[in-house]
C-alpha cells in the first residue's frame, strides 16, 4: 500500500499483533472513520468470532475485514454460488446483486436481509467462506423508491470516488490527536428563530458544523439566487471569518430544509469535506433537494444549486446509525441517538477530547407519544451543555393529550364529508404525512367506529417519502416494525389512493379527504388544492403541523379571510377564504412546554448549562429562563452570532 493514507503505527501494529498469521494481511486502509484490512485467506478470519470484535476493541475503531483482490472468486461464479446459498423466499434477484471490486464487496438487495444474514450472520458467513466476497445487504423498500434506487446506484457507480474520499477523510482524521486549548460554538442561523439552522463548534484546530439550513419561506430575501436585499433565509457563515475549505465536516440532525437545504451550497462553493447523517437521513435529503429544485424551477425561480451540486452533496455523506461512535475529526467524536422527530432523525452527542467536553444537540425532537417512533432517547455519557429545539416552548404551547387529538380529528372529517365538503390537510412530505396515514389507517381500516366512503388521496411527495420509511423499518416504533416485515405496511393500505396529476379529476367529484405535500402552504400540492376549495364553506382545511410566522398557512390560521394566488394562467387572482379553517395539535413531531421540560427533568445523566434554539425569540426566552429556574442550571436563549466559550 503506499505512504498516503498509511494509518499510523499504534493500529497498525496493534492489528499485525492480533490477526491469525494464516489470513494473509496485504494491506491496511482508512476507510472514513473506520479501518479496512484487505487478507488473502478471509475464511480465517472467520473462523474464530472473537478476532474482528478484538481487534476493533484495539484500535477503538470499526473494523472492516475485505479480500485481496487476487482471492476473490470470479463474478460469474459467485453470483451462482451466492443465489444457490440464499434461501429463495429472501427475495433476491440477479439484478439485485452487484459486484464492487474496489471494495471487494457484493451489494445483495433482499425483501427478508434476515434471511440473507442468516441466524448470527451464518448464512453471510457461508457467502464470504466460499465466495471471498463481503455481502453489504440492503432491503428493498416494500413500495418503489426511484430514490432509493438512484442514491445506490450513484454510490455503486462512483465507487472509484468513494474510495479515494474515505481514504483521504481517514488520514485526516486519524492524525494524531493534538489537545485544544478552547472550545466554542457561534450560532449561525436558526436561534431565536425557525429556519436556516446551523451551529459552528470550533476547537484549536477543528471546525466543525452541525446543520446548515434554509428558512424556505416566500418573500424572504435571499432563497432565490436572483433576488437581493439581506439575507435571512442562509446562515451567517460568512460572518464566521472561515473558509469553505476550514470546514471538517457537517453533521445532520435529520432531513428537513430548515437544517440541510443550505449543504448543497457549500459543495457548490467548493467544500469537499464529509456529511455525516443517518442512512434514512441521506436517501430523504436527496428527495427533499431535487424536489426543491424542481418547485424553484417550476415558479419560474433560479434555485441555489443545481443537482449535480445534490450529487456531489451525496457522495460525500457518510452514513451512521443511532448508538454507533465516530471520531469526525482527530479530537471529536459523535453518537446519534434518536430523535422521536422524523426518520432518521438524530440528536447528536459530541465528545470533544480525552474528557474535555461533552455538547448534546437535539436538533428537532420529540419526546412524547407518535405512532411511528420512539420518543427522544434521554441517556448519555455526559452533558455539559445542551442545545435544545424551541419550536413549542412557549409556556402556552401545552397540546392536549393524543386520544382527544385524534378523535378532535376523526369528528372534523366526518362531519365535513357528511356536509358534503372535501377536507384538505397540509403536510410536510416527511414526518406528519406518515404519522397521519398512521392514524387514518388505523381509525378506517381497523375499526367500525368511523366508517367513511369517501376516498383518501395522496398527493405531492407524501408517497415516495412514505416508500423511504419502508425500507428502514428498524428505524421505527416495534408494532410498525412488524407490520412492514410482515408485509402488512400501513402506508400501501387501500384505504389510500394516489393522485396522479389529476386535480381537478379530484376536485369535481363530491367528498373527499386529500392528503397533500407543502406543510405552510407555501407552494406545491397543498397550495393548488387550497387555491380550488378555499372559497367554499363547505369545506374544511386542517392543519396539524408547524406554519412559521410569515408562511400562507400561519395567516390563514389566524383568520384571513382573503389572500392572492396566482392561477393556472400564472396571473395574481383574488381568493376569498370561506372554508372552515381548523388546527389540531398533537400530531406534531415537535415536543410540547410539558414534553420539553420532561425531557431536560429525565436526561440522565442531567445537563450542565441549556441553550434553547429553534423557536420564534419569546419561546426561546421563557423555555431557557424556566429550565434554569425550575432545575438550578444556567439556561440561555443565545441570538445569531452569538459565540460561547465552553473551555
Ligand atoms: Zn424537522
Ligand atoms: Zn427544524
Same mark, same amino acid.
Given at each position: 500500500m503506499s505512504e498516503e493514507g498509511k494509518p499510523e503505527k499504534g493500529i497498525f501494529e496493534k492489528i499485525h499483533e492480533l490477526i491469525?498469521?494464516?489470513?494473509?494481511?496485504t494491506s491496511i486502509e482508512y476507510e472514513g472513520p473506520d479501518v479496512a484490512i484487505y487478507v488473502k485467506n478471509i475464511a480465517c478470519v472467520y473462523d474464530d468470532e472473537s478476532t474482528i470484535k478484538n481487534i476493533s476493541a484495539a484500535i477503538k475503531k470499526r473494523l472492516i475485514v475485505r479480500s485481496d483482490a487476487s482471492a476473490l472468486m470470479d463474478t460469474d461464479s459467485a453470483l451462482k454460488k451466492i443465489l444457490e446459498i440464499i434461501?429463495?423466499?429472501?427475495?433476491?434477484?440477479?439484478?439485485g446483486i452487484r459486484f464492487e471490486k474496489q471494495f471487494s464487496q457484493v451489494y445483495i438487495e433482499a425483501m427478508k436481509p434476515g434471511l440473507v444474514i442468516g441466524k448470527g450472520g451464518s448464512t453471510l458467513v457461508r457467502i464470504i467462506k466460499e465466495t471471498k466476497w463481503v455481502p453489504k445487504v440492503l432491503r428493498t423498500p416494500t413500495m418503489n423508491s426511484d430514490v432509493i434506487n438512484g442514491v445506490r446506484q450513484l454510490m455503486f457507480r462512483e465507487s472509484d470516488f468513494r474510495k479515494k474520499f474515505l481514504i483521504g477523510i481517514g488520514k485526516k482524521i486519524n492524525q494524531p490527536a493534538i489537545k485544544s486549548e478552547w472550545l466554542k460554538a457561534t450560532a449561525?442561523?436558526?436561534?431565536?428563530?425557525?429556519?436556516?439552522s446551523c451551529l459552528l463548534l470550533e476547537t484549536t484546530h477543528s471546525k466543525i458544523l452541525i446543520d446548515c439550513g434554509i428558512?424556505?419561506?416566500?418573500?424572504?430575501?435571499?432563497?432565490?439566487?436572483a433576488s437581493g436585499g439581506e439575507?435571512?433565509?442562509?446562515?451567517?457563515l460568512d460572518s464566521a @471569518?472561515?473558509?469553505?475549505? #476550514?470546514?471538517d465536516a457537517v453533521i445532520l440532525t435529520h432531513a428537513h430544509m430548515d437544517h440541510l437545504g443550505f449543504i448543497p451550497y457549500l459543495f457548490k462553493f467548493g467544500y469537499n469535506g464529509p456529511v455525516y447523517c443517518t442512512p434514512p437521513s441521506r436517501d430523504l435529503a436527496a428527495l427533499l433537494l431535487y424536489d426543491y429544485t424542481k418547485l424553484v424551477q417550476r415558479s419560474g425561480g433560479t434555485p441555489l444549486y443545481g443537482e449535480k451540486d445534490i450529487k456531489t452533496m451525496l457522495m460525500h455523506m457518510i452514513t451512521r446509525d443511532y448508538g454507533e461512535v465516530t471520531n469526525v475529526t482527530d479530537e471529536i467524536k459523535l453518537t446519534y441517538h434518536n430523535a422521536?422527530?422524523?426518520?432518521?432523525s438524530g440528536t447528536v452527542h459530541l465528545h470533544v477530547g480525552e474528557g474535555l467536553y461533552n455538547i448534546v444537540d437535539t436538533g428537532d425532537m420529540k419526546y412524547g407519544f407518535t405512532r411511528l417512533f420512539d420518543p427522544a432517547?434521554? @441517556?448519555?455519557?455526559?452533558? #455539559?451543555a445542551l442545545f435544545m429545539e424551541?419550536?413549542?416552548?412557549?409556556?402556552?404551547d401545552i397540546t392536549q393529550e393524543r386520544q382527544e387529538t385524534e378523535n378532535e380529528l376523526m369528528e372534523t372529517i366526518k362531519r365535513t364529508v357528511e356536509g358534503g365538503g372535501k377536507v384538505l390537510m397540509p403536510l410536510f412530505a416527511v414526518g406528519r404525512s406518515q404519522e397521519l396515514m398512521l392514524v387514518l389507517e388505523s381509525y378506517?381500516?381497523?375499526?367500525?367506529q368511523y366508517k367513511l366512503e369517501t376516498p383518501i388521496y395522496l398527493d405531492g411527495m407524501i408517497l415516495g417519502a412514505s416508500a423511504i420509511h419502508t425500507a428502514y423499518p428498524?428505524?421505527?416504533?416495534a408494532g410498525l416494525r412488524n407490520r412492514i416485515l410482515n408485509n402488512n405496511s400501513p402506508f400501501e393500505s387501500e384505504i389510500f389512493e394516489i393522485a396522479k396529476g389529476e386535480r381537478n379529476d379530484i376536485l369535481d367529484k363530491g367528498p373527499a379527504v386529500i392528503l397533500a405535500s407543502g406543510g405552510m402552504l407555501n407552494g406545491g400540492a397543498s397550495l393548488e388544492y387550497f387555491r380550488a376549495m378555499a372559497?367554499?364553506?363547505?369545506n374544511a382545511i386542517i392543519f396539524v403541523g408547524f406554519n412559521s410566522a410569515s408562511s400562507l398557512g400561519r395567516r390563514v390560521q389566524n383568520g384571513l379571510s382573503e389572500t392572492a394566488l396566482s392561477g393556472e394562467d400564472g396571473k395574481l387572482e383574488s381568493v376569498k377564504i370561506n372554508m372552515q379553517v381548523r388546527t389540531i395539535e398533537g400530531f406534531s413531531g415537535h415536543s410540547d412546554r410539558r414534553q420539553l421540560m420532561s425531557f431536560v427533568e429525565h436526561l440522565k445523566p442531567s445537563a450542565k448549562k441549556v441553550y434553547t434554539m429553534h423557536g420564534e425569540e419569546p419561546k426561546c426566552e421563557d423555555l431557557a429562563r424556566s429550565i434554569a429556574g425550575r432545575f438550578r442550571i444556567e439556561g440561555r436563549a443565545p441570538m445569531n452570532l452569538d459565540s460561547i466559550r465552553f473551555k
Open positions: 491469525p498469521g494464516d489470513a494473509g494481511l434461501p429463495q423466499d429472501a427475495g433476491v434477484t440477479e439484478e449561525l442561523g436558526g436561534f431565536k428563530e425557525v429556519g436556516r428558512s424556505p419561506e416566500p418573500g424572504i430575501k435571499g432563497l432565490d439566487a439575507n435571512k433565509a442562509f446562515p451567517y @471569518n472561515i473558509t469553505i475549505n #476550514d470546514i422521536g422527530h422524523i426518520l432518521g432517547d434521554t @441517556n448519555y455519557p455526559r452533558i #455539559d424551541s419550536t413549542y416552548g412557549g409556556p402556552r378506517l381500516a381497523n375499526s367500525n428498524e428505524y421505527l416504533k372559497e367554499d364553506p363547505k
